[in-house]
């Protein structure tokens, strides 16, 4: 292992064509991951969190920057290129039924990665199968059901166990617990936390839900029409949120004894096909000032962080 | 509590197997509640617990043939609605009794102009001109906060964002000027923001027009802000009840305990683990045990909860819980 940090992303910038249009999903995004660490990735629908995600997977293709694991580049690499590093790079869903192939059995499904990634055959394949279900919660001998005869939860968990199966270091995890209920996401959360504890994996941890943030990641990145508009250690982001985008999604989340905060223009985010020009928040900021419609805003690096606003630094 | 508006007694839902062999589920058992005018009421549980069913057995929407009511009054306005006969229902469903779903695209016809859709309710049960109708739904829309109305009306559904399609549902529902809105899920598509804006809304229109909402949802954040009143849902059953601010302050039942210290909250401590509900809920379409059906997932479990389920039992602040462990041994 080299000093290097697990995950670190430079500059990174995902492009798609739409006819005659092009469509920045993602801008000039940085930061660093740590083995042991999870980064929250927040913002609302359609911000470009997912697309970065997947970007960082080599799922997508960029159009610039950098992607290095442990100093080792991933960007611009072929899917041949990839496969010393697929193992050490892995990706979980939201939505497990879209991912886990409903004629293959549990053991199958979570074996699948041992034979393909370490060749394990027979005895030694099904005790490491039974091994993974026991370490995500799940009933080994529940191991020759099919997916449908699993709940949402017990699903979420066959699609951790596979990922888990080929020892990764970076785990990326796009709201994983969006689709369950609040009982069973809480199971599933505390599963990532104590195998974050155990194995020391890095992850990058994509939901919209700041609660779950809050429970969960050591840093956040708040992401806003594809741009990266604060990054901060979690408790600072909570306590004081720097960049007005940041408070008003904390300030919108609804909670007991406190009516949340709505704007009162009925504000929305503008079309990522069209971002308006200057900072791309001043239309919906309420701190906003003549020069944030003109001025485009640059990262300003501030302790453990960043904030891109005008009227910070 | 005032003026009821909606007074459901011993309601009781039952969906038939969709297969020959299967058994009969009791999806709602035995559920009472009310909803005072101008009042805000959270129906809240996990997926599967019966709160949209519940809505659906109201509004006389139950699947059919398989689903149906098999016992229980629900008294509206004065009046025994599983009492009226189809003609009389379907006049208070969609116009005293309004609804709102989570999503509206599947409540709008995508080929129909926005307009067009608002009009064809008001034209149809009260014979309003079509320029009259139009003129309605155009300061409807500014109120429920879509701006420039009028072009919105000529907008198809496809053309508007997730938020001003759920505004525009408001507003259909507000044509009839409901005594009752029934709102499942309504914010649980949207983002935060637009979410919040959303129930403000919700919020405004029952202070401005005395209408009384019943929200149904699984988000107890959303309940804890927008709500007088919370219901607690579990297997079908009410299984606690009261002012949002008590029950949630200091909740009487184990599940309600359970379901707050599950849900991660932006205010709590940085980084505290959630305390899991280990389990899952009882199927109800076995043959249902004699004892509490949440004892197995009981963290407060005792020998007497096996053998019988414990009555809904309401004290004098307006709460009521059913469980067996008595109250003052609970903390």
Not at chain 2, 59 to 75: E, F, K, N, V
Request: aromatic letters at 4%; proline letters at 7%; charged letters at 25%.
């Amino acid at each position: 292992m080299n000093g290097a940090p697990l995950l670190s992303v430079r500059g990174l910038s995902v492009d798609f064509a739409l006819g005659e249009a092009r469509l920045r999903a993602v801008d000039r995004v940085s930061f660093d991951l740590e083995a042991g660490r999870t980064l929250a990735l927040v913002g609302e629908s359609g911000c470009g969190k997912s697309t970065l995600a997947r970007a960082i997977a080599g799922l997508l293709p960029s159009s610039e920057g950098s992607v290095q694991l442990r100093g080792d580049e991933l960007l611009g690499l072929s899917r041949r290129g990839w496969r010393p590093f697929r193992r050490r790079v892995q990706m979980v869903f939201q939505d497990p039924d879209a991912s886990l192939n409903p004629r293959m059995n549990a053991s199958s499904l979570i074996g699948e990665p041992l034979v393909v990634h370490q060749g394990l055959r027979g005895a030694r394949l099904d005790e490491a199968v039974c091994e993974l279900m026991e370490r995500v919660g799940l009933d080994p001998a529940l191991r020759t059901r099919f997916p449908h005869a699993f709940s949402g939860g017990q699903r979420q968990r066959i699609g951790i166990a596979r990922a888990l199966a080929v020892e990764p270091e970076l785990l990326l995890c796009d709201e994983v617990t969006s689709a369950l209920d609040v009982s069973i996401q809480a199971q599933i959360l505390e599963l990532l936390r104590g195998l974050q504890d155990q194995l020391g994996l890095g992850i990058l941890f994509i939901t919209h839900d700041l609660g779950v943030v809050r429970h969960l990641a050591h840093d956040v990145a708040v992401m806003y029409l594809g741009e990266l508009v604060e990054r901060a250690p979690a408790d600072r982001l909570f306590a004081e949120p720097s960049h007005p985008y940041s408070r008003l999604l904390l300030s919108a989340v609804p909670r007991v004894g406190h009516r949340p905060a709505a704007q009162a223009d009925g504000g929305e985010v503008p079309s990522p096909l069209a971002p308006p020009p200057g900072c791309r928040f001043h239309p919906r900021c309420v701190e906003g000032v003549e020069r944030c419609a003109r001025e485009v805003p640059e990262e300003i690096d501030v302790a453990e962080g960043i904030v891109r606003c005008l009227l910070r630094g | 509590m005032s003026e009821r508006v909606l007074r459901v007694e011993d309601l009781s839902v039952r969906i038939e197997p969709d297969r020959p062999g299967g058994l009969p589920v009791r999806a709602v058992d035995g559920v009472s509640f009310e909803v005072g005018r101008g009042e805000v009421v959270g129906l809240v549980g996990e997926s599967g617990c019966g709160k949209t069913l519940t809505s659906l057995a109201l509004l006389d929407l139950l699947p059919r043939p398989r689903g149906r009511i098999t016992s229980g009054r629900i008294g509206f306005e004065g009046r025994d609605l599983r009492a009226l006969s189809e003609v009389e229902r379907r006049a208070v469903r969609g116009q005293e009794m309004a609804m709102i779903f989570q999503d509206p695209m599947t409540s709008l016809n995508p080929y129909l102009r926005i307009g067009e859709q608002l009009i064809e309710g008001t034209m149809w049960h009260s014979g309003t001109a079509r320029r009259v109708a139009l003129a309605r739904a155009e300061s409807l829309l500014t109120r429920v906060g879509i701006p420039d109305a009028a072009d919105r009306l000529r907008a198809f559904p496809h053309e508007l964002s997730g938020g001003m399609r759920q505004r525009v549902m408001i507003a259909m529902a507000l044509l009839s000027d409901p005594s009752l809105l029934i709102a499942d899920e309504p914010t649980t598509a949207l983002d935060v923001t637009t979410q919040a804006q959303i129930l403000a809304l919700l919020s405004d229109l029952r202070a401005e027009r005395g209408m009384s909402v019943l929200l149904i949802t699984h988000d107890l954040g959303v309940v804890g802000s927008a709500c007088d009143r919370v219901l607690v849902m579990y297997a079908g059953r009410i299984v606690e009840s009261g002012p949002v601010d008590a029950v949630f302050g200091d909740p009487a039942h184990p599940y309600t305990r359970a379901l707050l210290r599950a849900t991660p909250r932006v205010d709590g401590p940085p980084r505290e683990a959630l305390q899991s509900l280990e389990g899952l809920p009882p199927r109800l379409d076995a043959k249902v045990t004699a004892g509490c059906l949440f004892a197995p997932r009981c963290d407060r479990v005792r020998s007497d909860c096996w053998t019988a389920e414990p009555p809904l039992v309401a004290d004098e602040q307006g709460r009521a819980r059913r469980c067996w462990v008595p109250r003052e041994e609970f903390e």
